[in-house]
C-alpha cells in the first residue's frame, strides 16, 4: 500500500500548530519518533521554551506482560511544568495507551496549564478516550500492520509499515 | 550353609591370585579354591560368570551416627549401605555424641552391630576423653572393650603435650594411633582450600600449612615416641612428599586418602555446592594430581569412603555453615575402580588399596581369601555403570558430589561369615 | 558438576542479581544505561513512578545493615513496590527455624523479589537456587563474596565521570581478604574492559592467588597510586584494625590511608570512591573525603538509581 510522504504531512502538521494561533506553548516529543518530530516543529515554529523529552517505559501498562524496553532513554523536561501549556508530539497515535503513560508521567512533573497532542498519523484503534489536536492525515490501517517512523542520516522523515511480531 | 561361588574371576591381592578359580565355603570359612573338597555339597551355588570375586571390602572410615547422631542416620541403614558396597569390616570414627572414649560405650555399639550380622564394625577408640585433647582415655579398658586403635581421626590434634603423652601411652600397649593432620591455630573458621576458588567465593580457608605443619610435628613426635602412626585423609601434594621421605626413613608410617579427595578439586565447589563441603578440604588440582600418584607409588596405603551421613537440612545452608561430610560407603569400590581405570591398573593393585592393605592397616586378619579364613567376599560386576541418586543410595544420607555422576562397578553379593547378607 | 551460571535462565536473560561475576558485558551495560534513565526520575519532584505497582519486595537482612537495606527501601518504593523489612538475624534463625524455611514461608506470602544480605557467603546463592521459580532474588552482600549492587553503582559512577571504561587504570585499596565489595569492583572492571586493575594492601589483607582475578598486586600506596584515573577505597572494619590482621589503625592510616599527599601521585584529574560508611583517619583522610576528587556522596544518590534499575529489569524478565 501507498503511505504517504512523511515530509509533506509534517509539513502540514506544522501549519496546523501554527495556524491555532500565537499561544504560550512548550513542545514535549515521545520517544523515539515523536522526539525527532518534536525537535523538527521546535526549529520550525521557533519556540521559546526548550524542548522537552519523555520516554513512557516507566509507566506503560503492559510491563508484566512485556518486562522493561531495552532501551529506555532518559526522560528529560529542562523547564517548569507547573502551568504551562504543552503539547505532546508523537508520531503515530493509536491505541491511546502511549498518550496515557505520558500524561501521567507529566503530571509527575507538575501541574501543566494544558496538555494538548500532536501526531503526524491517527491510524483508529483507540482503546482509551484520547484525542489528537493536531493531526497530520488520519489513516484506515489492517489491525495487524505496525506503522513507524523512520528518520535518514540526512533528517530526512518518512513512513513504513510491517508485519506486527505478536508476542509467543 | 555351604555356598559354591563358580566360574568367578577370583582376585586376591594378598596373594596375589587373579584367575578364574572356584571357591568352597562352609561353616562360614573358605574350605577350598579350584576344585571342590569330596562330598562338598552346597546348598547354594552362586555363578560368578563374567563377574569378580575378591575379598570383602575393608573400610578405614565410616560413620554410624550412633550413638547420639540417630536424625542423620541408623546402625541399621548404615550397616546395610557398608554391605550393599561390599565392605564387610570397617573402622568407625569417635566421632559420636558422646564421643567413643568409654568402654560402656564401645561394648553397646559392638553389641548392636553384632546383632545385625552384617559387617564387622571395628570402633576407633578416642585418644582422648570427649575428643578435647586434654585427657587421655582408659584406652587398655577401650582395647579390651573392643577398639583396636585410637585416635582423632577428626576431632583436630591436641596441643603437643597432650599429644606426646598420648602416642607414648600408647606405644606402652603397641596401640596405633591415628590422627588427621591439621594444625587447630591454622583452621580457624576455615572451610575450603586457601587457592583460587576460595578467593573467588569469598571463603573462609584452610592453608596447606595447616596440613604440612601437622605432619611434621605427628613425625618428629613418632620418631620421639616409637608409636605407629597412621595418618588420616592426607590431602596435599606438599604433605604427601613429607610422607614419602619418612617413610623412606624407615618410620612405621602409613596413611590413607578418601574417594573424594582422589578425584576432587576446590574447583568442584562449583556455585558453593555444599556437598563438596568437606574437611579437610578439597585442594587444588596438582593436588589431587599428586594423591593420584602417591595411591600409585604406594606412599598413601589405602583409600577410605570416609563416610559421613548427613542430614538433609543440615546441608541446605550456606557453604560455609552447612555440615561437613560426604556419604560414600556405597561408593568405596565404584570410586576406587573408576581411579584404576582412569590409571589403567590392573584389578589386583587396584583391588589391594580396598582389601588387604587398609586390613594391614587396621591390623586385623581380613581382605583376604586364603583357605581358612572368614568367608567375607564381595562379587561385583566391574563393568556395570549406575547412577548415583538418592534412591540408589541405601544410605540415609544422601549427600555426595557424586550425586548425579555414572560409576562402574556394580555389586552382586557380600558374604560375611559365610553368610549372604547382601544380593541383587 | 558444573551447572549453568545460576543468575540466568536457559536463554541467558538474567533472573537473579548474585555477583557480577560470569555476566556478560551487555547485561551490566544494560542496567547502567537504564540507571541513567532513572537518575532523571530521582530528580523530580514526583520521584516516584508506577512500574512496580503491586509487586511485594523483601528486604531480607539476615545481618543487620540500615544504610544498605535503606537505599534498597528507597529505590523500591520509588518504583512503587510494596516494601518488607526483614531482620532476621534475631528472630526466626534463633527459634530453629533455618534460611530456607524463613525464605519458603514468605514466598507463600506472595513475595515478587528477595533482596538478601548474609554474613555467610553463598547463602544468596543457595536460596535463588531454592526459591519458586518466579520469585528474583537480588544479593545485597554475602560473606566476603559479592555485593554487585554497589560494584554496579560504582561501574555507573566511573562511567559518569570518565565516561569510557578502556582506557583508565584502577586501583582498589585496603581490606581486599575480606571484601565482597572488591571482589564485585573487579569482575565488573574487567568484564567492561578495564584494561589496569590494581589492588594494594599488606600481605595480611590479600587473598591467595588474588592476581587471578585479573589485577595487578601492590603493597606500596607509592607505586600502586601513580597515574591512575580512579582510586576505590574499602572499609575496614572496627574488628580487623588490630589483632591478628593489622597492629593499628594509626599504622595502617600512615601506610594505606589515603591522604591528600598520596592522592597527588594519581592523575590529576583522578576521583576517588568509598562504598561507605567511611572511618575517617583510618582509611581515608576527611581532606581527601570531602575534597573536590572526591565522588562519594554522589555514589549514594546513582546507587539509587541502579538498584532501581536491577528491580525494574529483573521483575520485567518473567519465567
Known amino acids: 500500500m501507498q503511505l504517504p510522504d512523511a515530509e509533506i504531512l509534517f509539513k502540514s502538521l506544522a501549519k496546523k500548530i501554527r495556524s491555532d494561533g500565537g499561544k504560550d506553548f512548550a513542545l514535549v516529543g515521545i520517544h523515539t519518533g515523536g522526539v525527532w518530530l518534536a525537535e523538527r516543529l521546535h526549529q520550525e515554529l521557533g519556540i521559546a521554551q526548550p524542548l522537552g523529552t519523555l520516554d513512557v517505559s516507566f509507566y506503560r501498562d503492559d510491563f508484566d506482560k512485556i518486562g522493561l524496553h531495552s532501551q529506555v532513554k532518559p526522560s528529560e523536561i529542562p523547564f517548569e511544568v507547573e502551568g504551562v501549556n504543552i503539547i505532546l508530539v508523537d508520531d503515530v497515535l493509536h491505541t491511546g495507551r502511549t498518550i496515557r503513560a505520558a500524561i501521567n508521567e507529566l503530571f509527575d512533573y507538575g501541574r501543566p496549564a494544558s496538555i494538548s497532542l500532536a501526531t503526524l498519523v491517527d491510524r483508529g484503534g483507540r482503546e482509551l478516550p484520547i484525542a489528537a489536536q493536531y493531526i497530520g492525515i488520519a489513516l484506515e490501517l489492517p489491525v495487524d500492520k505496525m506503522l513507524e517512523l523512520k528518520r535518514e542520516e540526512s533528517g530526512k522523515l518518512s513512513l513504513n509499515l510491517y508485519d506486527k511480531c505478536l508476542p509467543e | 550353609m555351604k555356598i559354591h561361588i563358580k566360574n568367578g574371576r577370583l582376585i586376591d591381592p594378598k596373594q596375589g591370585v587373579d584367575t578364574i578359580q572356584d571357591i568352597f565355603i562352609a561353616k562360614g570359612k573358605i574350605i577350598a579354591t579350584g576344585t571342590a573338597p569330596n562330598e562338598f555339597q552346597p546348598s547354594r551355588v552362586i555363578d560368578a560368570e563374567s563377574l569378580i570375586v575378591c575379598p570383602g571390602l575393608v573400610d578405614l572410615s565410616v560413620r554410624l551416627r550412633e550413638p547420639g547422631l540417630e536424625y542423620k542416620a541408623t546402625l541399621e541403614s548404615e550397616m546395610e549401605a557398608a554391605v550393599a558396597g561390599g565392605v564387610t569390616s570397617f573402622a568407625c570414627p569417635p566421632d559420636t555424641d558422646p564421643p567413643l572414649d568409654e568402654p560402656g560405650l564401645v561394648e553397646m555399639l559392638k553389641h548392636r552391630a553384632k546383632n545385625l550380622n552384617q559387617a564387622h564394625v571395628y570402633p576407633i577408640g578416642a585418644l582422648t576423653q570427649g575428643l578435647r585433647g586434654e585427657r587421655l582415655t582408659e584406652m587398655a579398658e577401650l582395647n579390651d572393650a573392643g577398639c583396636v586403635v585410637f585416635g582423632q581421626p577428626d576431632g583436630l590434634l591436641p596441643n603437643l603435650r597432650v599429644l606426646m603423652q598420648a602416642m607414648r601411652y600408647a606405644s606402652t600397649f603397641g596401640f596405633s594411633v591415628w590422627l588427621r593432620p591439621q594444625e587447630i591455630s591454622l583452621t580457624n573458621d576455615g572451610v575450603a582450600h586457601d587457592g583460587e576458588v576460595a578467593t573467588r567465593l569469598g571463603l573462609p580457608t584452610v592453608p596447606v600449612c595447616a596440613e604440612t605443619i601437622a605432619i611434621s610435628n605427628i613425625i618428629l613426635l613418632a620418631k620421639e615416641t616409637g608409636v605407629r602412626v597412621h595418618l588420616c585423609r592426607i590431602s596435599s601434594a606438599e604433605g604427601l612428599t613429607m610422607v614419602r621421605a619418612a617413610k623412606q626413613q624407615g618410620l612405621p608410617m602409613t596413611c590413607d586418602v578418601t574417594i573424594n579427595h582422589l578425584h576432587l578439586s576446590d574447583m568442584d565447589i562449583g556455585f558453593f555446592d555444599s556437598n563438596c563441603h568437606l574437611m579437610p578440604p578439597l585442594r587444588g588440582l596438582s593436588d589431587r594430581n599428586a594423591l593420584r600418584n602417591g595411591l600409585l607409588d604406594g606412599t598413601i596405603d589405602a583409600i577410605c569412603s570416609d563416610h559421613a551421613p548427613v542430614d538433609e537440612d543440615a546441608k541446605l545452608l550456606p557453604f560455609g555453615q552447612s555440615e561437613i561430610g560426604a556419604t560414600g560407603v556405597e561408593l568405596l569400590l565404584p570410586l576406587t575402580l573408576k581411579w584404576g581405570n582412569e590409571m589403567r591398573l590392573p584389578l589386583l593393585k587396584v583391588l589391594a588399596k580396598i582389601t588387604s592393605d587398609p586390613a594391614e592397616i587396621l591390623g586385623i586378619d581380613a581382605g583376604h581369601l586364603s583357605v581358612g579364613s572368614a568367608a567375607d567376599i564381595c562379587i561385583f560386576d566391574p563393568g556395570y555403570y549406575w547412577k548415583v541418586t538418592a534412591s540408589a543410595i541405601l544410605s540415609q544420607g544422601k549427600n555426595t558430589p557424586f550425586m548425579g555422576m555414572e560409576l562402574p562397578g556394580g555389586v552382586k553379593y557380600t558374604l560375611v561369615n559365610g553368610h549372604i547378607v547382601y544380593e541383587r | ?319
Open chain 3, 1 to 319: 558438576m558444573i551447572n549453568r551460571n545460576p543468575q540466568l535462565d536457559e536463554n541467558g536473560v538474567l533472573q537473579h542479581l548474585l555477583t557480577t561475576e560470569g555476566l556478560p558485558a551487555s547485561i551490566l551495560l544494560h542496567i547502567l544505561d537504564t540507571a541513567e534513565s532513572f537518575v532523571g526520575v530521582t530528580e523530580r519532584d514526583v520521584k516516584k513512578i508506577p512500574l512496580l505497582r503491586g509487586k511485594s519486595i523483601f528486604n531480607l537482612f539476615f545481618e543487620p545493615s540500615t544504610r544498605t537495606r535503606t537505599t534498597f527501601e528507597i529505590a523500591a518504593k520509588r518504583l512503587s513496590a510494596d516494601v518488607i523489612n526483614l531482620n532476621i538475624a534475631v528472630s526466626a534463625q534463633s527459634k530453629g527455624e533455618t534460611l530456607l524455611d524463613t525464605v519458603n514461608n514468605l514466598s507463600a506470602m506472595n513475595a515478587d523479589m528477595f533482596i538478601v544480605r548474609h554474613t555467610q557467603s553463598g547463602a544468596a546463592h543457595l536460596i535463588a537456587k531454592h526459591v519458586r521459580s518466579d520469585i528474583h532474588v537480588i544479593n545485597a552482600g554475602d560473606g566476603s563474596h559479592a555485593h554487585p549492587t554497589q560494584a554496579l553503582l560504582d561501574m555507573f559512577t566511573i562511567r559518569r565521570y570518565k565516561r569510557d571504561f578502556h582506557n583508565l587504570r584502577v586501583a582498589i585499596v585496603g581490606d581486599i581478604l575480606h571484601s565482597r565489595v572488591a571482589r564485585s569492583q573487579i569482575h565488573a572492571l574487567t568484564t567492561l574492559g578495564v584494561p589496569e586493575v590494581r589492588v594494594i594492601a599488606p600481605k595480611t589483607l590479600l587473598p591467595r592467588m588474588v592476581e587471578r582475578l585479573g589485577v595487578h598486586v601492590y603493597h606500596d600506596m607509592a607505586k600502586g597510586l601513580k597515574d591512575v584515573d580512579v582510586v576505590m577505597m574499602l572499609r575496614l572494619q572496627n574488628e580487623r584494625m588490630k589483632g591478628a590482621n593489622l597492629p593499628s589503625p594509626e599504622e595502617f592510616f600512615k601506610y594505606y590511608g589515603l591522604t591528600p599527599e598520596k592522592l597527588s601521585l594519581a592523575r590529576r584529574d583522578a576521583i576517588v570512591m568509598h562504598p561507605g560508611p567511611m572511618n575517617r583517619g583510618v582509611e581515608i583522610d576527611s581532606a581527601v573525603a570531602d575534597g573536590k576528587q572526591s565522588v562519594i556522596l554522589p555514589q549514594v544518590t546513582f546507587g539509587i538509581a541502579v538498584r532501581m534499575a536491577v528491580m525494574s529489569i529483573l521483575a520485567g524478565n518473567q519465567v
